[in-house]
């Protein structure tokens, strides 16, 4: 464009005009949209610069303006009609600033407007204040701010949402401790200036996932979610053979995977903060486990120079290069997952993908104990290779001796480690306590 002289003073271009009571206002991230203060308020996104877009939401504003006076709906300043032209018509709702709500002319299915499954109207009030806040994020800046009350109970809210992350290892807040602790400052920053949109957006936007949040744990409903890991809407998953016989043959590892799979995915609802740490743990262990598989294969070396038994070699090592295979795998697939990119929507996503509903998390468990559990097979097959090498070379004797320490040795180390199968008076403690409380 051609700067002209005495620029911005004099201007090189036609300015832009807008209908009485129209104004122009720019979200803090960029979006330019419109509202006309007027009795019945109104926003929308279209370009009421353009003459024929103008046309169109001027005349879907008076018709909807007809529809309330035919349905004796009163008209008033806490009203704020929101108007989306689109091609073969015009979308709209109402937000009500007096209860914080949306609603609609027309009688709508919750379904059809993509509200989740609800459990009385006090539940559906829940998620109306989360789309009202959702439209004040969006539309911040002519709104003239927010009471000074409202930042309040939000500051409230968020105390003791840090409280309860400190003292609590299932708190249903979804932000960490020190997401909370920041969320707070910020809070005190937009308090000194409530009549700010810059400031309006932030509360709005903060108030819309606390009224989301309220409406995933059930917020004041008859069955409300009170933990992290209870569930309200799905029966606990019960377990089956197949993750009985996978507890065995991964010795156990399979198990632990499952049951931490099922504490993070309560109710189909994912907490992003103890999905981080978990799956960080599971790449770790993967890695290790990597690490450990080029190991036991290089381990299979000494069988060269002793005479040893073929079978168990080559069975060790394919269960050995099976191990470094799937753990490669594994991490590959899990890192996106794990880094600082990943956001809770793809993670869950990806569960929802890998959930299975007869046999939830049981087949996942156990192709993620995979590289540990073959690992250890591979070991015992290589102690074993190792037991038949002290055989040709020392006797059979000697090596009986020495598999029956290392034997003896493990289940020593076994039985030690295992809380359920040592300390048999702190049991039988367990058990008379049980019988008082009868």
């Known amino acids: 464009m051609t700067i002209m002289p005495g620029y911005p003073y004099v201007r090189g271009s036609i300015p832009h005009y807008l209908p009485l009571q129209w104004t122009a206002y720019t979200h803090p991230e960029g979006q330019l949209y419109f509202h006309r203060n007027s009795e019945l308020q109104i926003t929308t996104e279209a370009y009421l610069y353009s003459p024929e877009i103008l046309v169109k939401v001027l005349y879907w504003a008076k018709t909807i303006e007809a529809m309330l006076e ?30 914080q709500s949306q609603f609609w002319l027309e009688q709508v299915q919750s379904d059809e407007l993509g509200i989740p499954d609800v459990d009385s109207p006090s539940h559906l009030n829940i998620y109306l204040q989360h789309l009202y806040w959702c439209h004040i994020e969006h539309f911040p800046m002519h709104l003239g701010g927010l009471s000074i009350k409202c930042v309040d109970e939000l500051l409230s809210v968020f105390t003791h949402a840090l409280t309860d992350q400190i003292t609590s290892q299932t708190s249903t807040f979804f932000y960490t401790q020190a997401e909370c602790t920041q969320f707070i400052k910020v809070i005190k920053l937009a308090r000194q200036s409530t009549a700010d949109g810059h400031n309006v957006c932030v509360i709005a936007r903060l108030w819309s996932q606390v009224c989301d949040n309220r409406f995933q744990t059930h917020y004041g409903q008859e069955a409300s979610r009170l933990s992290r890991d209870q569930a309200i809407l799905y029966d606990s998953p019960q377990p089956s053979r197949i993750s009985t016989v996978a507890r065995y043959l991964t010795f156990n590892s399979s198990e632990v995977y499952l049951a931490k799979l099922n504490d993070l995915f309560v109710d189909r609802l994912l907490y992003f903060s103890q999905w981080q740490p978990f799956i960080r743990r599971s790449i770790q262990g993967w890695r290790r486990s990597f690490y450990t598989a080029i190991a036991i294969i290089m381990l299979h070396g000494f069988f060269f120079l002793f005479q040893c038994s073929p079978m168990l070699a080559v069975a060790s090592a394919s269960l050995s290069f099976a191990s470094l295979f799937t753990s490669a795998i594994l991490v590959h697939r899990y890192e996106r997952l794990e880094s600082d990119d990943a956001c809770a929507n793809d993670v869950h996503e990806h569960l929802i993908a890998i959930h299975s509903e007869k046999y939830d998390f049981q087949f996942v468990a156990l ?19 190792a037991v038949v090498a002290l055989c040709q070379i020392f006797g059979v004797r000697w090596a009986a001796y020495c598999g029956l320490s290392v034997i003896i040795l493990l289940v020593w180390l076994l039985r030690t480690t295992d809380q359920t199968s040592w300390n048999v008076s702190s049991w039988l403690r367990r058990e008379k306590a049980e019988q008082a409380m009868v």
């Open 70 to 99: 035919e349905k004796n709906i009163p008209i008033s300043n806490a009203l704020e009609l929101y108007l989306m032209i689109e091609d073969t018509g015009c979308a709209y709702y109402f937000v009500d600033h007096a209860s």
């Open 367 to 385: 192709s993620w104990a995979l590289p540990s559990a073959l690992q250890l097979w591979a070991l015992g097959l290589v102690a074993l290779n």
